[in-house]
Protein backbone atom coordinates (compact mmCIF):
# COMPACT_ATOMS: atom_id res chain seq x y z
CA UNK A 1 0.00 0.00 0.00
CA UNK A 2 1.77 2.93 -1.48
CA UNK A 3 -0.54 5.93 0.86
CA UNK A 4 -1.00 5.58 4.65
CA UNK A 5 -3.40 3.20 5.59
CA UNK A 6 -6.65 4.13 7.33
CA UNK A 7 -6.43 3.44 10.94
CA UNK A 8 -9.10 2.94 13.42
CA UNK A 9 -8.46 2.30 17.15
CA UNK A 10 -11.22 -0.21 19.21
CA UNK A 11 -10.93 0.44 22.64
CA UNK A 12 -8.87 3.98 22.31
CA UNK A 13 -9.14 4.67 26.58
CA UNK A 14 -7.83 1.31 27.38
CA UNK A 15 -4.46 1.00 28.31
CA UNK A 16 -3.32 -0.20 25.05
CA UNK A 17 -5.46 1.96 23.24
CA UNK A 18 -3.58 5.01 24.73
CA UNK A 19 0.03 3.88 24.48
CA UNK A 20 -1.74 3.16 20.10
CA UNK A 21 -2.25 6.53 20.12
CA UNK A 22 0.64 8.41 21.42
CA UNK A 23 2.36 5.90 18.84
CA UNK A 24 0.36 6.23 15.82
CA UNK A 25 0.37 10.04 15.55
CA UNK A 26 4.22 9.68 14.43
CA UNK A 27 4.05 6.84 12.47
CA UNK A 28 3.90 8.18 8.99
CA UNK A 29 2.64 4.38 7.63
CA UNK A 30 -0.96 5.24 9.15
CA UNK A 31 -3.66 8.15 9.34
CA UNK A 32 -5.77 7.49 12.13
CA UNK A 33 -9.65 8.21 11.02
CA UNK A 34 -11.43 6.77 13.81
CA UNK A 35 -10.89 6.10 17.70
CA UNK A 36 -13.41 4.31 19.07
CA UNK A 37 -13.96 4.24 22.68
CA UNK A 38 -17.09 2.75 25.18
CA UNK A 39 -19.87 5.13 26.72
CA UNK A 40 -18.35 4.43 30.32
CA UNK A 41 -15.16 5.97 29.39
CA UNK A 42 -14.14 9.11 29.82
CA UNK A 43 -13.46 11.24 26.55
CA UNK A 44 -9.85 11.24 25.39
CA UNK A 45 -8.00 14.34 25.82
CA UNK A 46 -5.65 15.61 23.84
CA UNK A 47 -2.70 14.62 26.23
CA UNK A 48 -3.41 11.09 24.49
CA UNK A 49 -3.51 12.64 21.00
CA UNK A 50 -3.23 15.72 19.72
CA UNK A 51 -6.77 16.56 17.63
CA UNK A 52 -9.65 14.29 19.47
CA UNK A 53 -12.47 14.91 16.23
CA UNK A 54 -11.68 11.56 15.30
CA UNK A 55 -13.28 10.01 18.86
CA UNK A 56 -16.54 8.53 18.99
CA UNK A 57 -18.66 6.94 21.59
CA UNK A 58 -18.98 2.97 20.82
CA UNK A 59 -20.02 4.99 17.30
CA UNK A 60 -18.90 3.05 13.68
CA UNK A 61 -21.64 5.38 11.76
CA UNK A 62 -20.11 7.11 8.92
CA UNK A 63 -16.86 5.82 9.48
CA UNK A 64 -15.69 6.16 5.94
CA UNK A 65 -13.17 4.56 3.91
CA UNK A 66 -10.91 2.45 6.74
CA UNK A 67 -8.06 -0.26 5.58
CA UNK A 68 -7.63 -1.73 9.05
CA UNK A 69 -8.64 -1.81 12.59
CA UNK A 70 -7.12 -2.51 15.64
CA UNK A 71 -9.13 -3.72 18.30
CA UNK A 72 -8.31 -3.65 22.38
CA UNK A 73 -11.45 -3.15 23.33
CA UNK A 74 -13.84 -5.73 25.57
CA UNK A 75 -16.29 -8.61 23.83
CA UNK A 76 -18.70 -5.89 22.99
CA UNK A 77 -16.38 -3.57 21.78
CA UNK A 78 -15.25 -6.31 19.80
CA UNK A 79 -18.38 -7.39 18.14
CA UNK A 80 -19.04 -3.65 16.88
CA UNK A 81 -15.34 -3.59 14.78
CA UNK A 82 -16.03 -6.91 13.64
CA UNK A 83 -19.87 -5.49 12.29
CA UNK A 84 -18.05 -2.65 10.65
CA UNK A 85 -14.95 -4.76 9.29
CA UNK A 86 -17.36 -7.18 7.81
CA UNK A 87 -20.05 -4.81 5.95
CA UNK A 88 -17.20 -2.96 4.90
CA UNK A 89 -14.06 -5.10 4.25
CA UNK A 90 -11.64 -3.44 6.75
CA UNK A 91 -9.06 -6.15 8.19
CA UNK A 92 -9.05 -6.52 11.34
CA UNK A 93 -5.98 -7.14 14.32
CA UNK A 94 -7.57 -7.73 17.80
CA UNK A 95 -6.33 -8.85 21.35
CA UNK A 96 -9.14 -8.36 23.06
CA UNK A 97 -9.32 -11.66 24.89
CA UNK A 98 -11.96 -13.49 27.38
CA UNK A 99 -14.74 -14.42 24.43
CA UNK A 100 -17.59 -16.68 25.08
CA UNK A 101 -17.88 -19.60 22.42
CA UNK A 102 -20.78 -18.53 20.12
CA UNK A 103 -18.37 -15.18 19.45
CA UNK A 104 -14.98 -17.70 18.75
CA UNK A 105 -17.11 -19.19 16.08
CA UNK A 106 -17.94 -16.13 14.64
CA UNK A 107 -14.62 -14.66 14.21
CA UNK A 108 -13.52 -17.53 13.43
CA UNK A 109 -16.58 -18.02 10.44
CA UNK A 110 -15.55 -14.47 9.67
CA UNK A 111 -11.94 -14.83 8.45
CA UNK A 112 -13.62 -16.20 5.55
CA UNK A 113 -14.72 -13.40 4.33
CA UNK A 114 -11.99 -10.77 5.79
CA UNK A 115 -8.95 -10.63 6.91
CA UNK A 116 -8.61 -11.64 10.63
CA UNK A 117 -5.22 -11.49 13.25
CA UNK A 118 -5.91 -12.45 16.52
CA UNK A 119 -2.92 -12.55 18.94
CA UNK A 120 -2.18 -13.15 23.30
CA UNK A 121 0.84 -11.70 22.88
CA UNK A 122 1.55 -8.67 20.02
CA UNK A 123 5.35 -8.91 21.11
CA UNK A 124 7.53 -9.72 17.93
CA UNK A 125 10.27 -11.11 20.35
CA UNK A 126 7.48 -13.30 21.84
CA UNK A 127 6.36 -14.56 18.04
CA UNK A 128 9.94 -15.75 17.05
CA UNK A 129 10.30 -17.18 20.52
CA UNK A 130 7.28 -19.01 19.77
CA UNK A 131 8.47 -20.14 16.40
CA UNK A 132 11.62 -21.33 18.04
CA UNK A 133 9.98 -23.33 20.72
CA UNK A 134 7.82 -25.03 18.28
CA UNK A 135 10.74 -26.23 16.15
CA UNK A 136 12.97 -27.18 19.46
CA UNK A 137 9.94 -29.55 20.72
CA UNK A 138 9.89 -31.21 17.52
CA UNK A 139 13.42 -31.99 16.98
CA UNK A 140 13.50 -32.84 20.98
CA UNK A 141 10.76 -34.93 21.07
CA UNK A 142 12.59 -36.98 24.14
CA UNK A 143 13.40 -33.99 26.27
CA UNK A 144 11.41 -32.77 29.19
CA UNK A 145 9.55 -29.34 28.94
CA UNK A 146 8.85 -27.08 31.39
CA UNK A 147 7.63 -23.50 30.51
CA UNK A 148 7.83 -20.57 33.46
CA UNK A 149 6.28 -17.25 33.72
CA UNK A 150 6.29 -14.11 35.73
CA UNK A 151 4.46 -11.08 36.09
CA UNK A 152 3.39 -8.30 38.17
CA UNK A 153 1.25 -9.08 41.51
CA UNK A 154 -1.96 -7.03 40.00
CA UNK A 155 -2.27 -10.22 37.07
CA UNK A 156 -5.35 -12.34 38.47
CA UNK A 157 -5.01 -15.60 35.59
CA UNK A 158 -2.56 -18.24 35.80
CA UNK A 159 -0.70 -19.30 33.41
CA UNK A 160 -0.82 -16.23 31.35
CA UNK A 161 -2.51 -16.54 28.22
CA UNK A 162 1.21 -15.79 26.76
CA UNK A 163 2.63 -19.16 28.38
CA UNK A 164 -0.64 -21.11 27.46
CA UNK A 165 0.43 -19.95 23.64
CA UNK A 166 3.38 -21.34 24.21
CA UNK A 167 2.75 -24.24 25.17
CA UNK A 168 0.38 -25.00 22.62
CA UNK A 169 2.90 -24.39 19.95
CA UNK A 170 5.00 -26.87 21.91
CA UNK A 171 2.63 -29.70 21.85
CA UNK A 172 1.90 -28.75 18.19
CA UNK A 173 5.22 -29.19 17.73
CA UNK A 174 5.27 -32.97 19.38
CA UNK A 175 2.22 -33.68 16.98
CA UNK A 176 -0.56 -33.36 20.20
CA UNK A 177 -2.74 -31.23 21.87
CA UNK A 178 -1.88 -29.40 25.12
CA UNK A 179 -4.92 -30.68 26.69
CA UNK A 180 -3.24 -34.14 26.34
CA UNK A 181 0.11 -33.06 27.97
CA UNK A 182 -0.28 -30.54 30.25
CA UNK A 183 0.31 -29.97 33.90
CA UNK A 184 -0.38 -27.34 35.88
CA UNK A 185 0.04 -28.17 39.29
CA UNK A 186 3.45 -30.02 41.29
CA UNK A 187 2.50 -30.33 44.94
CA UNK A 188 3.09 -32.88 47.69
CA UNK A 189 4.71 -36.47 46.32
CA UNK A 190 3.38 -36.10 43.26
CA UNK A 191 5.97 -39.06 42.04
CA UNK A 192 8.09 -39.22 39.14
CA UNK A 193 7.60 -37.22 35.81
CA UNK A 194 5.60 -38.58 33.02
CA UNK A 195 7.65 -38.38 29.78
CA UNK A 196 6.44 -36.13 27.42
CA UNK A 197 4.42 -33.99 29.61
CA UNK A 198 4.52 -29.90 29.71
CA UNK A 199 5.21 -28.30 32.91
CA UNK A 200 3.92 -25.07 34.12
CA UNK A 201 4.93 -22.72 36.49
CA UNK A 202 4.26 -19.42 37.70
CA UNK A 203 6.02 -16.32 39.65
CA UNK A 204 3.86 -13.09 40.55
CA UNK A 205 5.33 -10.15 42.40
CA UNK A 206 6.51 -6.76 41.92
CA UNK A 207 6.13 -4.91 38.66
CA UNK A 208 7.27 -7.35 36.06
CA UNK A 209 5.80 -6.36 32.99
CA UNK A 210 6.38 -10.14 31.25
CA UNK A 211 8.70 -12.82 31.48
CA UNK A 212 8.63 -16.37 29.33
CA UNK A 213 11.22 -19.15 30.02
CA UNK A 214 10.92 -22.43 28.00
CA UNK A 215 13.26 -24.93 29.66
CA UNK A 216 13.73 -28.45 27.28
CA UNK A 217 15.85 -30.64 29.39
CA UNK A 218 17.98 -33.60 28.17
CA UNK A 219 20.22 -35.94 29.63
CA UNK A 220 23.85 -34.11 30.58
CA UNK A 221 22.17 -30.97 28.89
CA UNK A 222 20.01 -28.37 28.48
CA UNK A 223 18.42 -25.56 26.44
CA UNK A 224 16.53 -22.13 27.80
CA UNK A 225 14.54 -20.15 25.53
CA UNK A 226 13.37 -16.50 27.36
CA UNK A 227 11.95 -13.74 26.40
CA UNK A 228 11.66 -10.68 29.10
CA UNK A 229 9.39 -7.41 28.36
CA UNK A 230 11.10 -4.30 30.03
CA UNK A 231 8.25 -1.71 28.30
CA UNK A 232 4.41 -2.38 27.79
CA UNK A 233 4.88 0.14 24.67
CA UNK A 234 6.27 -3.00 22.68
CA UNK A 235 3.17 -4.53 22.51
CA UNK A 236 1.37 -1.53 21.13
CA UNK A 237 4.67 -1.50 18.55
CA UNK A 238 3.56 -4.88 17.64
CA UNK A 239 0.10 -4.57 16.76
CA UNK A 240 1.18 -1.75 14.70
CA UNK A 241 3.57 -3.93 13.10
CA UNK A 242 0.75 -6.53 12.32
CA UNK A 243 -1.75 -3.36 11.16
CA UNK A 244 0.37 -2.16 8.86
CA UNK A 245 0.99 -6.08 7.48
CA UNK A 246 -2.64 -6.35 7.93
CA UNK A 247 -3.95 -3.54 5.26
CA UNK A 248 -5.31 -4.66 2.46
CA UNK A 249 -4.31 -8.26 3.09
CA UNK A 250 -6.84 -11.15 1.66
CA UNK A 251 -9.46 -12.87 3.68
CA UNK A 252 -8.52 -15.52 6.41
CA UNK A 253 -6.89 -16.29 9.74
CA UNK A 254 -3.58 -14.59 10.08
CA UNK A 255 -0.94 -14.91 12.62
CA UNK A 256 1.61 -12.50 14.50
CA UNK A 257 3.92 -15.56 13.45
CA UNK A 258 2.66 -14.92 9.53
CA UNK A 259 3.38 -11.28 10.26
CA UNK A 260 7.04 -12.14 11.28
CA UNK A 261 7.62 -15.24 8.32
CA UNK A 262 7.14 -12.34 6.18
CA UNK A 263 10.58 -10.58 7.07
CA UNK A 264 12.67 -13.68 7.07
Known amino acids: MTRPARL ?41 FGDVSAL ?8 GDIDVVIDFSGPEGLVAALDYCEASGASLVTGTTGLEPAL ?66 AAAGRGATLEELAVYSREGRPGARKGGTIGFAVVRGGDIVGEHQALLMGQ ?20 LEAANWMAGRAPGLWTIEDVITSKM
Open 56 to 63: RFTDWTDA
Open 104 to 169: EERLSKAAERIALLRAANFSLGVAVLTRLLREAAAALPGWDLDIVEAHHGRKEDAPSGTALALGHA
Open 220 to 239: GERIELAHRATDRSIFARGA
Open 8 to 48: AISGASGRMGTALLGLVRDDERFELVRAIVSSSSPRLGKAA
